[in-house]
């Protein structure tokens, strides 16, 4: 099956940091990978969503400098939390679908970052 | 815009018990709808998924979910639970029109008791 792999799986920096998170598609190629948010005991918010070769699409109300998306190829892209502060410390989620045309091919996910920024 | 709300915040169920979560959604058009799987501090394993067709779809783990147009719900159901389904769980609809971006569910935590 599809599998998206996620590094660094925890993060533990001092604020102020610049910190990168990598999501990449194993076996398969994804024009469009998209990044969550979680906070402890709640949902996933949709941060933004990547696009290959093209700038990033970010929610309302989602810092597009604070998040930098970066989807330099078909397999890979990155979240740069910039100049992180103790409260953009969450879990963060990747998800990719797979190349195809076909608009209704779910997510597959990363296993999530945790980052913490003292 | 699309929503989904799964009324159920928790769920305690012996094992051995049948499940069934709740999930409903507001979208004008014909869904896409997911049901996923978290178990803690991990991302998210796709359960099942609803394009079109039979209205009853089977997934992963024993899991099925049913998709009721009528009710504008897709509900999640599991005859016999095991352990190892202590997860939370969580509802999506996507669609075509949103870039197929995800809507969750606020997510439903199952507890499953010896």
């Known amino acids: 099956g599809a599998v998206v792999s996620q590094h660094p799986s925890r993060v533990i920096c001092k604020s102020g940091t610049s910190v990168k998170i990598e999501c990449r598609s194993l076996d398969f190629q994804a024009t469009t990978m998209f990044w969550y948010r979680q906070f402890p005991k709640q949902s996933l918010m949709l941060m933004a969503t990547?696009?290959?070769?093209?700038?990033?699409?970010?929610e309302q109300g989602v810092e597009k400098d604070k998040f930098l998306i970066n989807h330099a190829s078909l397999t890979l892209s990155t979240l740069t939390v910039t100049s992180a502060h103790p409260e953009d410390s969450s879990f963060y989620i990747c998800s990719a679908s797979e190349l195809g045309g076909r608009s209704n091919q779910p997510q597959h996910f990363g296993d999530g970052t945790r980052l913490s920024i003292l | 815009a699309q929503s989904v709300t799964q009324p159920d915040i928790h769920i305690t169920v012996s094992e051995g018990a049948s499940l069934e979560l709740r999930c409903n959604y507001s979208?004008?058009?014909?869904?896409?709808l997911f049901w996923y799987v978290q178990s803690p501090g991990q991302g998210l394993q796709l359960l099942l998924k609803?394009?079109?067709?039979?209205?009853l779809v089977q997934g992963i783990k024993g899991f099925e979910a049913e998709f009721k147009r009528s009710q504008s719900s897709f509900n999640l159901r599991k005859p016999s639970v095991h352990w190892s389904d202590a997860a939370e769980y969580f509802c999506?609809?996507?669609?075509?029109?949103?870039?197929?971006?995800?809507?969750f569910g606020g997510g439903t935590r199952v507890l499953v008791k010896p």
């Open positions: 990547s696009n290959e070769g093209s700038k990033a699409t970010y």
């Open positions: 609803y394009f079109s067709g039979d209205t």
């Open positions: 999506a609809v996507g669609a075509r029109a949103a870039g197929n971006k995800l809507t």
């Open positions: 979208y004008g058009a014909t869904p896409y």
